[in-house]
């Protein structure tokens, strides 16, 4: 068993910030579910200490449990840099641990279908076909759950799209309307553009109408975050390196998926050991902002109509906690007349979704996707406003399971319908 | 029985202790002598020894809020060297004349104010006792605020003198109010009144004293409030006890109303038995009717659901009965008459009573400290 | 020792289920401290119980295996009461976090241990609250809390935990199960409750325990003040306290503290003010009115930079957790630092406070302070960095000339925290021979063969029965399981 190789190991000095206080335990989906000091923050720092000794497969296994949901990052009062070690932890352990071989084809498939437009578009068909037999209502079946949970995952998540909007591509170009306030590009994504191509056009709408040109280019295929966030560190660094090639030349790049943007403000620390990159990587990261950022900077144009309905909000982890951004989209919801926004209890507590978690650890993705489902259900709210895909899949999946499927919609979505 | 020269100074009672312990010989520490009567029966050869030497205020710190006092500092002596720099010891037992505020620590005593301010155990600060080897040992010290070490000042409290001599207490003060006013409330009906009683329990009011009182088939609820201009809280609580179906009134001249809860807790005469019950708010009808039931009456602490229930004529089975009755509440019997043979303490846990033992064969090694007094035969 | 660990870990097992049984060294060495990482001790085993009835029965299986054994809450103590016995079992309650009963009628809660502080204010809200609150209150446990005699800022007021606990489920260091106090208070017999509570673990672990919780005033009112220095602050803290007024807490931060702060939350304090005077006063609207005012004049009289009045409940909220925070985000602006929890009887603030500013350039290091101003409890914080040399030697004795000097102002070594490992050594300085004796026998009447948490608390090791004499190594000193200091 090894330690940690010399590319960007976990530093000891981000791991000596901390001070073993215990502030991040109450916030951390995986303590609140089992109470075992390896599955916090805390814990998982000192593990990640440990890895410089040797990686164990117990310190694999309490890592790979951890959400990357940033929680403990806005709870920490040392400022502790977990995100960064978090990084360099996963990316050491996918090159120095040798998972056993069924795991390690179920990554490598999910990381060759999610990141690729093409892929995801070439399985809608199989999707809707499936769900038009009904495969979806048997994998929600509890023995199907329990005997084969990745399977019956992968299928109660799968988003029931209708199959002609998924094959739809979006123009890649928009007018702004009335005096141009300037130009924006727009970060298609890759499960964004295929399975929500709505959020990305009500978001395109709304900047036009705001007065913004927007450029939304069909590359890059992917900004990278999921294998980022994974550890898969080549993959992550090439799509970084792409994304940043094909959209520096905006002055505003603008995302509308919490991962993708959390993702794109990293790059300047995913390159950092990369003279030719780093410095291009960090100015490419200051311009990115997530698109309820952006319009809460500039003043409103366009006029709002009534939308009259009952919405909780759901502050998806790699916005609120990874970005720091929880007043502007709620700003931006109560500027919309006759919007009434409520806030579900737990507002800290990760969905379940967490990139791939889901499809990786169904069964603890399955308690918080259960346990945010009621927090949601319980506000009264008749839908959820969701700023990441992830989460609305989650969302979606857990309330039809619990009998009351609530709808999601993206903040841009709701803006959409209030700008005529 | 026989009683020793008074020690003069700790070291001196240390000593005497030390000498009974080695002898055998038991003793029985005396203050005021004011509840001599409460606990089993002791040995009859017991030496009484003599606590009234030790009766010096060593410290008053009052920018501190705090004191030291020798164990024999008669408690109403040390409540008038406080007042004059407009402070209080927040315990008001009922004193039929020179309790000693060891007296008052051994069998936490305690009178209205116990429902604001806690009992013995809630404001003293550090205590220094004297064993029956010979050690003198403190613990505490004489901040309030303290976390260091063992907490014996608890472990003496209520003790009866049992584990040793308390000789010498600290304690924590609070500012005396200058005014004062009580909100009562009246009710024939004993479900009526401990429904008023729950609805002001609950409302956020600053009461200095919360009590009842029942006699004769009818009851009131008393509600204290001091401070600068008490009167505002004093009719929020009328309004309250008045919504709740109570007949009320404010009395502002209410120093003989609390005076005299103080005296009923020592009953009304020596034929009598005084029963102490250590129950619920919500269980307070309940003990009303028991009390009736029982030819008795009661005062008590309504907000804290304790009790002092007085029976005048009072047997072994009225008591065992009225035990039933309440369980699992305690019921303690303090002052009866000799004469009545009833266990005063009531059943104990043998668990409980095991640990209870060596705790008590810990500290008092030599089995001379009031033996026999306490629960369970210690 | 090694066998005998091997069998006790299978019998935990057989009790707690596998999976809840941690033998790996990677996973044991996170639960090697508590919130003093200067004291990290490898368990031998980990075991975490579901149930009372599986503490008790693994309390039993160690006291079989006549292995000695430590409760662990949420790890968030600031004394070392936490830290492992090297080799040792690590019994952790942060499974048993059910709250049983809530009973608002008679302002009662029964709750198992591992029940956080903050939950049982949040189960009885918004009526009722549970008033100790100590600053890490969103993490630390009812059982912790219970352990240390816990206090926090409204304690000046309110009073500590021990005030609040009723009764509770023991289990005794042998394993054996009894009951003390109730839900009523003033049960017969020996105030063993009242000795349990801020016993450190060491005379058994409760596992079901009875709070009592009261209605929330009606009316609080909070400020923070900013003063050019500590004594002017404290003035004013000398004069809210001769003015007969009793606020719900009085808090104080000096400029060090307060830059760790608002590194933290972004308050927005000033980084150059002196001192930070938090006042909060709460009761009847009418009473809190008047009494507010007079405490905003008086800090405006003793010259205060500003004066800021939490107009709602978020900009109080925003005020306690900035305070709240202190401690914990000392690691913004030191390598490391001995966090202290010194008393002083409040009278002494100023001199005591400028005896530390003198030790402290004596020793070349800076010493943060915060501190619950009401009742004269001080937080110094020893700022270091251990990277240069003999830089935590210097630390560790300033600390200790530190506690001296407050013992010495008649105060107490340690007013919440406890005394764990961390304060062991000045316990002498404050308790004589006589005095260790009896709390000594206190001990060995709860734990006869000093099982639970050894080494902590007495700064030496003894044997029950034993008389007090020239110093005599002590068998789980021999066994490597205990030090001396």
Not at chain 1, 14 to 19: A, K
Not at chain 3, 242 to 270: C, F, H, K, Q, W
Request: glycine residues 10%; contains cysteine.
């Amino acid at each position: 068993m090894s330690g940690y190789d010399d590319i960007r190991a976990p530093q000891l000095e981000l791991i000596d910030d901390c001070v073993h206080c215990g502030f991040c335990l109450p916030t951390c989906p995986t303590y609140t579910l089992w109470g075992e000091e390896m599955d916090s923050p805390r814990g998982r720092i000192v593990l990640m200490k440990e890895g410089h000794e040797a990686i164990s497969p117990p310190l694999v296994e309490h890592i790979d449990r951890c959400l990357g949901c940033m929680a403990c990052v806005t709870a920490c009062p040392s400022g502790v840099q977990y995100d960064k070690l978090l990084e360099d932890a996963r990316a050491q352990i996918e090159r120095n641990f040798e998972r056993p071989p069924a795991e390690r084809a179920h990554r490598r498939l999910v990381f060759e279908l999610m990141t690729r437009p093409g892929r995801l578009r070439a399985s809608a068909p199989g999707l809707a076909a499936a769900r038009a037999l009904g495969l979806d209502r048997i994998a929600r079946r509890p023995r199907v759950r329990s005997r084969l949970p990745k399977l019956a995952t992968l299928m109660a998540l799968a988003p029931d799209t209708p199959l002609r909007r998924s094959l739809e591509r979006l123009p890649e170009h928009f007018e702004a309307r009335g005096e141009p306030r300037g130009t924006v590009a727009l970060l298609q994504g890759c499960v964004q553009r295929v399975f929500f191509g709505d959020v990305n056009e009500a978001t395109a709408r709304v900047l036009a109408a705001e007065g913004f040109e927007v450029h939304a280019p069909r590359r890059p295929r992917c900004c990278g975050a999921l294998p980022l966030h994974a550890g898969a560190d080549p993959e992550a660094r090439a799509l970084a390196k792409s994304t940043i090639e094909e959209l520096e030349g905006y002055e505003t790049v603008i995302v509308n998926a919490a991962g993708c943007g959390s993702a794109m403000k990293d790059y300047g620390h995913v390159l950092r050991d990369e003279p030719d990159w780093a410095e291009r990587a960090q100015a490419f990261s200051d311009k990115v902002r997530d698109v309820t950022e952006f319009l809460a900077e500039v003043e409103p144009r366009a006029t709002r109509s009534p939308v009259a309905m009952k919405i909780a909000y759901h502050d998806a982890c790699h916005l609120a906690h990874a970005q720091g951004v929880r007043t502007q989209p709620r700003e931006l919801l109560r500027g919309i007349p006759e919007l009434e926004l409520v806030e579900p209890a737990e507002w800290e507590l990760c969905c379940g979704s967490a990139g791939i978690y889901n499809l990786v650890k169904p069964e603890p993705a399955a308690e918080l996707g259960e346990r945010k489902a009621r927090n949601l259900l319980d506000t009264g709210a008749e839908a959820v406003a969701a700023a990441n895909p992830g989460c609305a899949l989650q969302i979606t999946a857990h309330t039809e399971r619990l009998g009351r499927r609530l709808p999601v919609l993206h903040p841009m979505e709701l803006l959409a319908r209030s700008i005529v | 029985m026989a009683v020793s020269g008074a020690p003069a100074t700790r070291e001196e009672l240390a000593q005497a202790l030390r000498s009974a312990g080695a002898a055998g010989q038991p003793v029985r520490f005396s203050g005021g002598a004011t509840k001599h009567q409460w606990g089993a029966a002791g040995a009859e050869d017991a030496l009484e020894l003599p606590t009234g030497g030790l009766d010096r205020i060593l410290e008053h710190n009052a920018g501190d809020l705090t004191a030291v006092l020798e164990a024999g500092v008669p408690l109403a002596r040390a409540q008038e060297a406080f007042a004059e720099e407009g402070q209080m010891l927040a315990i008001d037992p009922p004193d039929l004349g020179g309790a000693t505020i060891g007296g008052v620590v051994a069998t936490a005593d305690s009178g209205p104010l116990r429902g604001r301010y806690g009992g013995v155990r809630d404001l003293v600060v550090g205590v220094r006792v004297a064993l029956s080897d010979g050690t003198l040992a403190k613990s505490g010290g004489k901040v309030i605020k303290n976390v260091a070490g063992y907490d014996l000042a608890k472990l003496f409290a209520g003790s009866l003198g049992t584990l040793g001599a308390i000789v010498e207490v600290s304690v924590r003060l609070h500012p005396l109010q200058p005014h004062s006013a009580t909100a009562i409330g009246h009710a024939g009906d004993a479900d009526e009144l401990g429904r008023a009683l729950i609805s002001v329990a609950r409302a956020p009011l600053e009461h200095s004293g919360f009590d009842v009182c029942w006699a004769d088939g009818a009851g009131s609820l008393l509600i204290r409030f001091a401070g600068a201009a008490p009167r505002p809280q004093a009719e929020l609580a009328e309004r309250l006890l008045r919504e709740a179906g109570l007949g009320t009134e404010i009395e502002e001249d209410d120093e003989e109303l609390w005076a005299r809860q103080r005296a009923r807790q020592r009953g009304e005469g020596s034929d009598g038995a005084v029963l102490r019950v250590s129950s619920l708010p919500t269980r307070l009808p309940a003990l009303i009717r028991a009390t009736e039931d029982a030819g008795g009456s009661l005062v008590g602490r309504a907000v804290l659901g304790l009790s002092w229930v007085w029976l005048p004529e009072p047997s072994r089975e009225q008591i065992e009965s009225l035990r039933r009755m309440l369980s699992p509440a305690p019921c303690v019997v303090l002052d009866r008459p000799q004469a009545l043979e009833v266990d005063p303490w009531g059943p104990v846990d043998p668990a409980l009573l095991a640990l209870m033992r060596r705790v008590k064969e810990h500290f008092d090694p030599a089995g001379v400290c009031s033996p026999g007094v306490f629960a369970g035969g210690l | 020792m090694d066998g005998r660990l091997n069998d006790l870990t299978s019998r935990l097992a057989e009790i707690a289920g596998t999976a809840h049984v941690i033998t790996h060294e990677h996973q044991l060495a996170t639960y090697a401290s508590d919130g003093l990482l200067q004291y990290a001790v490898q368990p031998g085993v980990v075991v975490l119980p579901g149930s009372a009835g599986e503490v008790a029965a693994a309390v039993r299986a160690c006291h079989e295996a006549e292995l000695p054994w430590v409760a662990r809450g949420a790890g968030s103590g600031l004394s070392g009461g936490a830290t492992p016995v090297e080799g040792g079992v690590l019994i952790g309650l942060s499974r048993l976090r059910r709250i049983l009963e809530v009973d608002l009628d008679n302002g009662r809660v029964l709750v198992e241990p591992g029940v956080t502080n903050i939950a049982v204010s949040q189960a009885v809200g918004p009526t009722h609250f549970y008033p100790p609150d100590p600053s890490s209150q969103i993490v630390c446990t009812i059982g912790g809390n219970v352990a240390e005699n816990s206090g926090g800022a409204h304690c000046f007021k309110y009073g500590f935990t021990t005030n609040y606990v009723t009764g509770l489920d023991l289990v005794l260091p042998d394993g054996s199960e009894l009951t003390l106090g109730g839900p009523e208070v003033d049960h017969p017999g020996y105030d063993l409750l009242g000795a349990f509570v801020g016993s450190e673990g060491t005379l058994g672990v409760a596992t079901r325990i009875w709070l009592r919780v009261v209605p929330k005033p009606e009316a609080v009112r909070t400020l923070v003040a900013f003063f050019g220095s500590t004594v002017q602050a404290g003035e004013v803290v000398s004069e809210i306290v001769s003015a007969g007024i009793v606020p719900g807490a009085i808090e104080m931060m000096d400029n060090l503290s307060i830059r760790a702060a608002e590194g933290a939350t972004g308050a927005g304090y000033p980084l150059d003010a002196g001192a930070a005077l938090v006042v909060e006063l709460d009761g009847s609207e009418a009473e809190c009115e008047t009494r507010f005012d007079q405490v905003v004049s008086m800090c405006e009289g003793a010259g205060a930079d500003s004066v800021r009045v939490a107009r709602d409940e978020t900009e109080r909220e925003l005020i306690w957790r900035t305070r709240k925070a202190a401690f914990a985000a000392m690691g913004r602006i030191a390598p490391n630092y001995y966090v202290q929890d010194s008393v002083i009887p409040r009278t002494r603030l100023a001199e005591v406070l400028a005896r530390i500013d003198e030790l402290a350039s004596e020793h070349d290091l800076r010493v943060a302070n915060v501190f619950h101003a009401g009742d004269g409890n001080l937080h110094p914080l020893v700022c270091y960095d251990g990277a240069n040399p003999g830089e935590a030697e210097r630390a560790e004795e300033l600390a200790g000339l530190i506690v001296k000097t407050c013992v010495d102002a008649g105060g107490s070594i340690t007013g919440e925290h406890g005394v764990g490992v961390d304060k062991k050594r000045y316990m002498p300085d404050m308790f004589n021979e006589s005095d260790l004796s009896a709390f000594q026998r206190l001990r060995c009447a709860f734990d006869p063969e000093q099982r639970a948490n050894p080494g902590k608390v007495m700064p030496t090791p003894r044997l029950c029965g034993e008389v007090p004499g020239p110093y005599r190594e002590h068998p789980l000193e021999q066994a490597g399981l205990a030090e001396r200091f």
